[in-house]
């Protein structure tokens, strides 16, 4: 297997393609048995292997979904005190909220399920995602021409309307105010996700601006915005007395006790079971990432079940690895070549450095320059990289231009063996990661 993965890994930096297909489809075809030929009325057949072994895959599939946000709170795992921070923000205190964190560490599935929290509170919850080169303006609409008749007293909604088409086409958030005050008259959340890919930094103190006048104005109307670090100081930096009328949640990795309960979740929906070194090794690499858990978790059940197997060992969990880089790739080639070309030609020394900075990014929005010790894989890996001076001229840092990659490239380290690099130029250290192979 680790053979015809190097072998897959070197003919793709070539630019032969891969050896295989990379990734296990849904929909791999099977071959059924022949049914058996008897003269007599039989019992009901059990299911084909074929259909079987599909229904194992979309049951996985379903339970290990990465793409789409969780719908409710059971799925959601380790988040129960941010969860329970923003509802008592929102609903009790009334008060706008920020919830940052990397990519994968579960925000828009803890809004979804706020949204689905409020609206049981009798809230209306508006949910949009932000477009890089919108205006204010651009951004707000969306949200006003939402906006239910359940927001409103009623047979406001119609004077509602009529004030909204006479508002000049780039209005700014005084108007916005003043637009809803005395009209909207229900528990409003409006979700701005991904309010992070706002470049217009106006935009940004635009939507402060509207947060702290309808604070001011006690217009039951919230902002709940969602990012990354970064967002809370953008927001906040022209308006620093909105901090009191703000909630921050900040969302880190996910505990080892969450971690273990989000497996076990999938163990009883699907029926396939990790044993522990599989559990081990899959958790080392997702860094308390909910995202990078359910998709190596999914890989992995996908590589047991294709094989006959029940039970996911570690053996499943390298393929499974193998599978979600590989499907990765081809979302973010560029990454991926380099990750390949690196870790293929570098020492243990090396895999070492790229492994240190690979966790320190899977757990932090920007990893600190403040000493040398990361130096080495910087330089390995500057054109996946985003530089980033801090405020007071000193505190630089750095983070992946991809944040899903650090558990991406510590899946390869993971599955490249280090007699193929480090152990053939005579290395005498052992690296970090070899215990998992």
Same mark, same amino acid.
């Given at each position: 297997?680790?053979?015809?993965?190097?072998?897959?890994?070197?003919?793709?930096?070539?630019?032969?393609?891969?050896?295989? &297909?990379?990734?296990?489809?849904?929909?791999?075809?099977?071959?059924? &048995?022949?049914?058996?030929?008897? /003269?007599?009325?039989?019992?009901?057949?059990?299911?084909?292997?074929?259909?079987?072994?599909?229904?194992?895959?979309?049951?996985?599939?379903?339970?290990?979904?990465? =793409?789409?946000?969780?719908?409710?709170?059971?799925?959601?795992?380790?988040?129960?005190?941010?969860?329970?921070?923003?509802?008592?923000?929102?609903?009790?205190? @009334?008060?706008?909220?920020?919830? @940052?964190?990397?990519?994968?560490?579960?925000?828009?599935?803890?809004?979804?399920?706020?949204?689905?929290?409020?609206?049981?509170?009798?809230?209306?919850?508006?949910?949009?995602?932000?477009?890089? @080169?919108?205006?204010?303006?651009?951004?707000?609409?969306?949200?006003?021409?939402?906006?239910?008749?359940?927001?409103?007293?009623?047979?406001?909604?119609?004077?509602?309307?009529?004030?909204?088409?006479?508002?000049?086409?780039?209005?700014?958030?005084?108007?916005?105010?003043?637009?809803? =005050?005395?009209?909207?008259?229900?528990?409003?959340?409006?979700?701005?996700?991904?309010?992070?890919?706002?470049?217009?930094?106006?935009?940004?103190? *635009?939507?402060?601006?509207?947060?702290?006048?309808?604070?001011?104005?006690? #217009?039951?109307?919230?902002?709940?915005?969602?990012?990354?670090?970064?967002?809370?100081?953008?927001?906040?930096?022209?308006?620093?007395?909105?901090?009191?009328?703000?909630?921050?949640?900040?969302?880190?990795?996910?505990?080892?006790?969450?971690?273990?309960?989000?497996?076990?979740?999938?163990?009883?929906?699907?029926? #396939?079971?990790?044993?522990? *070194?599989?559990?081990?090794?899959?958790?080392?690499?997702?860094?308390?990432?909910?995202?990078?858990?359910?998709?190596?978790?999914?890989?992995?059940?996908?590589?047991?079940?294709?094989?006959?197997?029940?039970?996911?060992?570690?053996? @499943?969990?390298?393929?499974?690895?193998?599978?979600?880089?590989?499907?990765?790739?081809?979302?973010?080639?560029? /990454?991926?070549?380099?990750?390949?070309?690196? #870790?293929?030609?570098?020492?243990?020394?090396?895999?070492?450095?790229?492994?240190?900075?690979?966790?320190?990014?899977?757990?932090?929005?920007?990893?600190?320059?403040?000493? *040398?010790?990361?130096?080495?894989?910087?330089?390995?890996?500057?054109?996946?990289?985003?530089?980033?001076?801090?405020? /007071?001229?000193?505190?630089?840092?750095?983070?992946?231009?991809?944040?899903?990659?650090?558990?991406?490239?510590?899946?390869?380290?993971?599955?490249?063996?280090?007699?193929?690099?480090?152990?053939?130029?005579?290395?005498?250290?052992?690296?970090?990661?070899?215990?998992?192979?």
């Amino acid at each position: 297997m680790l053979k015809s993965w190097i072998a897959s890994l070197t003919r793709w930096l070539d630019g032969r393609g891969w050896a295989e &297909p990379p990734v296990i489809e849904l929909t791999h075809r099977y071959t059924p &048995p022949a049914a058996p030929v008897v /003269d007599l009325p039989a019992d009901p057949a059990p299911a084909s292997t074929a259909t079987r072994l599909i229904g194992d895959r979309r049951r996985i599939a379903d339970t290990f979904d990465a =793409a789409r946000p969780v719908r409710t709170r059971g799925e959601l795992f380790g988040r129960a005190v941010e969860l329970d921070h923003l509802l008592a923000a929102t609903l009790d205190f @009334h008060q706008h909220a920020v919830i @940052h964190g990397a990519r994968g560490s579960g925000k828009t599935s803890l809004v979804r399920v706020l949204g689905e929290h409020a609206d049981e509170s009798g809230a209306v919850v508006l949910y949009f995602a932000c477009e890089p @080169h919108a205006t204010f303006a651009d951004i707000i609409r969306l949200y006003l021409d939402a906006l239910p008749p359940a927001a409103f007293a009623p047979g406001g909604q119609r004077a509602f309307a009529q004030k909204l088409e006479q508002m000049p086409e780039n209005f700014g958030p005084r108007a916005f105010v003043d637009l809803v =005050a005395d009209r909207v008259t229900a528990p409003t959340i409006l979700i701005f996700d991904e309010f992070d890919r706002i470049e217009d930094a106006s935009v940004k103190s *635009d939507v402060a601006a509207a947060m702290k006048l309808l604070s001011d104005a006690l #217009v039951p109307v919230l902002f709940v915005l969602v990012g990354i670090a970064r967002t809370v100081s953008d927001v906040v930096a022209g308006h620093p007395s909105l901090r009191r009328h703000m909630r921050i949640v900040s969302l880190g990795r996910i505990g080892a006790d969450s971690v273990d309960a989000l497996i076990a979740r999938g163990e009883a929906n699907t029926g #396939v079971r990790f044993d522990t *070194d599989a559990r081990a090794m899959i958790a080392d690499a997702a860094c308390g990432s909910p995202y990078h858990l359910r998709m190596l978790a999914g890989h992995s059940s996908l590589a047991a079940v294709s094989s006959d197997a029940d039970i996911v060992t570690k053996a @499943h969990t390298r393929t499974g690895f193998v599978d979600a880089f590989s499907h990765w790739a081809q979302m973010n080639e560029p /990454d991926a070549r380099l990750f390949a070309k690196v #870790v293929l030609g570098c020492t243990l020394e090396q895999r070492d450095a790229l492994e240190a900075l690979a966790r320190a990014a899977a757990t932090m929005d920007v990893v600190l320059l403040d000493t *040398d010790r990361y130096d080495r894989a910087i330089s390995m890996l500057d054109p996946a990289l985003v530089r980033e001076r801090g405020n /007071d001229g000193e505190h630089d840092g750095v983070y992946f231009r991809d944040s899903t990659a650090p558990q991406m490239l510590i899946a390869l380290l993971m599955t490249t063996p280090v007699s193929t690099t480090a152990a053939r130029l005579g290395a005498p250290q052992e690296s970090n990661l070899a215990n998992t192979r």
